[in-house]
């Protein structure tokens, strides 16, 4: 199965998603040994598009969604691996997935990884409690969640080009967003000392509950960079072991 790898386009918004990638560039950027582009975008749709564009403007094929995403679905753990078969916009439009990249992504993590191909969903801002998965969930249909993929994917169908999401759980459908992470996180999901120091004196009551959500976090966390990492070796144009 062959994958234009030299033509590929990535586009992922968090520092911490694109370790395993390659190490960024001045304006986050970077060009991968196999030939693909990866460009930083920061959060958001609108982040996303601008970055997605880019990449189309310079001669890209096929726009890649990577990252991770939040479950929506029972069963869905941290560390899984969306290889969305579509995804939906917030305004219910669908973008179907370059076939060709899931089943060569799938094959080649499946027996290392939970794997979905199912639909993912947008949403504008962070999803934080499980109710609002739930809500999410049975609205949409869809087992994950996040606010990047269908820009990339609106921008990839207006070009003409090849989409493909590649997302890794970081947070189950039960877990919550800790409040001051979603405090002290700037919009390229940096945590700022400064300010999670400032949101955990605010609410001296729940100090302890607060680290215990950030440390539980921070575990899924690198669960979802261990897939990830084996999700690049693909990408990268390397073998899997």
């Known amino acids: 199965m062959s994958l234009a790898i030299d033509r590929l386009g990535i586009v992922a918004a968090l520092p911490g998603e694109v370790r395993a990638l390659a190490r960024l560039r001045p304006r986050g950027r970077a060009r991968l040994p196999g030939g693909a582009r990866l460009l930083l975008s920061g959060m958001g749709a609108e982040r996303a598009e601008q970055a997605a564009a880019t990449l189309a403007d310079e001669g890209v094929t096929t726009l890649m969604s990577w990252g991770t995403a939040a479950a929506l679905a029972p069963g869905v753990d941290p560390g899984a691996l969306i290889l969305a078969s579509t995804v939906r916009g917030a305004d219910d439009r669908e973008w179907s997935t370059d076939p060709v990249w899931r089943t060569a992504l799938a094959t080649a993590l499946a027996p290392m990884h939970q794997v979905f191909e199912q639909r993912l969903t947008e949403t504008p801002g962070l999803v934080v409690d499980a109710a609002a998965k739930r809500a999410l969930h049975e609205a949409t249909e869809a087992i994950a969640c996040d606010m990047e993929s269908a820009a990339i994917a609106a921008v990839a169908a207006e070009r003409g080009l090849g989409f493909v999401c590649v997302r890794a759980i970081i947070d189950d459908a039960a877990m919550v967003l800790p409040p001051v992470a979603r405090a002290a996180m700037d ?53 899997t072991t």
């Open 187 to 239: 919009a390229d999901g940096r945590l700022r000392p400064a300010a999670l120091m400032g949101a955990l004196a605010g609410r001296p009551s729940s100090v302890h509950a607060q680290l215990r959500s950030l440390k539980n976090l921070a575990v899924a966390f690198r669960a979802a960079r261990m897939t990830l990492a084996d999700a690049a070796l693909i990408v990268r144009g390397e073998e």
